[in-house]
């Protein structure tokens, strides 16, 4: 089906719902978290900064917010079988929680895998056999207000000039950094090769920054730039490219995950019930299969009460399985 649409849903499958299930009471994101839990994922600086694996960003904790590009705090691990016994193993196997090592659970590892296992041989019946392969595991928390956003971008924004202060080449890279973001979400007469630079510049520039976000905003008017009323991008349209095959679960209150599909986009039934898949980069490495590019925007009317309490999405990736996965 994936050479005639962007995107597939899976439904009426009890394993779906069950994964969900497992993954937030293991991270204490459900009412039905264990009791002697005494945090939930995300409510402990110090535990994030154990688990966070340096330069690798398949793997470990992480804070993603960059204005336009990304906005959600990340739990990654990798789901592989073993070459000795092939037994499924994780990487990292475990994760701190209140200061200990909890690891991650068996029957989630067994439910990644079989899902979207099944789900490469029905894609790729020729292929599967030969590949190499592993399940990627992202659990993604994102804001449910766009001021939480802001704020966090400022946040850590700010955070990262304040430790590279001492540092003139440290004061340059952030810059670096803020001027290509505004470059990635520049639209219209301004999305052209030079034009490109100085927006993304004079948008930094106090008393020009409102008028050309502005000016900007105007300028998106259609086909991949466009955002419906009182939505904000907080994942800018992108192709996932070390992937093969993307699948999405979630329980989300105002977040929308769209995929491009003849120059419209469209929005995926990202639910608890049923898993949302669509076909990544890589597959056109295997296959004549084209990738899908989405999109992840967040509803936040004017005047709104801030009602919505939960924004989590599980993604799962077939991907390339790394040569340095461990078998002991």
């Known amino acids: 089906m994936f050479h005639?649409?962007?995107a597939v849903i899976i439904n009426e499958d009890v394993r779906i719902n069950g994964l969900l299930d497992s993954v937030l009471d293991w991270l204490g994101l459900t009412n039905g978290s264990a009791a002697d839990r005494q945090f939930s994922f995300g409510s402990?600086?110090?535990?994030?900064?154990?688990?966070?694996?340096?330069?690798?960003?398949?793997?470990?904790?992480m804070l993603r917010f960059v204005p336009k590009l990304f906005g959600h705090l990340a739990r990654k691990f990798l789901v592989y079988p073993s070459m000795a016994d092939h037994s499924l193993r994780a990487r990292p196997s475990a994760f701190y929680s209140n200061s200990r090592r909890v690891p991650v659970p068996q029957n989630i590892?067994?439910?990644?895998?079989?899902?979207?296992?099944?789900?490469?041989?029905?894609?790729?019946?020729?292929?599967?056999?030969?590949?190499?392969?592993?399940i990627e595991v992202d659990v993604l928390v994102y804001p449910t207000s766009s001021f939480d956003v802001s704020r966090l971008h400022t946040l850590l924004a700010?955070?990262?000039?304040?430790?590279?202060?001492?540092?003139t080449a440290g004061f340059w890279s952030?810059?670096?950094?803020?001027?290509?973001?505004?470059?990635?979400?520049?639209?219209?007469v301004f999305n052209k090769k030079g034009i490109r630079?100085?927006?993304?510049?004079?948008?930094?520039?106090?008393?020009?920054?409102?008028?050309?976000?502005?000016?900007?905003?105007?300028?998106?008017?259609?086909?991949?730039?466009?955002?419906?009323?009182?939505?904000?991008?907080?994942?800018?349209p992108h192709f996932d490219t070390s992937k093969y095959i993307t699948g999405l679960i979630g329980r989300?209150?105002?977040?929308?995950?769209?995929?491009?599909?003849?120059?419209?986009?469209?929005?995926?039934?990202?639910?608890?019930?049923?898993?949302?898949?669509?076909?990544?980069?890589?597959?056109?490495?295997?296959?004549?299969?084209?990738?899908?590019?989405?999109?992840?925007?967040?509803?936040?009317?004017?005047?709104?009460?801030?009602?919505?309490?939960?924004?989590?999405?599980?993604?799962?990736?077939?991907?390339?399985r790394p040569a340095n996965l461990a078998d002991d």
């Open 4 to 6: 005639e649409v962007a």
């Open 44 to 61: 402990n600086l110090v535990d994030l900064a154990r688990n966070h694996q340096e330069g690798d960003m398949r793997a470990g904790d």
């Open 109 to 134: 590892l067994e439910l990644a895998w079989n899902l979207m296992s099944e789900v490469l041989v029905s894609t790729l019946p020729a292929r599967a056999s030969d590949m190499t392969y592993a």
């Open 158 to 167: 700010d955070a990262t000039l304040l430790a590279n202060s001492i540092s």
């Open 174 to 188: 952030q810059l670096g950094h803020r001027i290509d973001a505004n470059k990635d979400h520049a639209a219209g």
């Open 197 to 236: 630079d100085l927006f993304a510049i004079a948008s930094l520039i106090p008393g020009f920054r409102g008028l050309m976000t502005t000016l900007n905003e105007r300028m998106s008017l259609g086909g991949e730039t466009s955002t419906p009323e009182d939505f904000q991008v907080i994942g800018s």
């Open 252 to 320: 989300r209150d105002n977040l929308d995950t769209q995929v491009l599909w003849e120059d419209r986009w469209i929005s995926l039934p990202v639910t608890a019930d049923a898993l949302a898949i669509f076909p990544s980069s890589k597959i056109s490495s295997v296959s004549s299969i084209p990738a899908t590019r989405h999109r992840v925007l967040l509803w936040d009317p004017p005047g709104d009460e801030g009602t919505a309490s939960q924004n989590i999405t599980l993604s799962l990736a077939i991907v390339d």
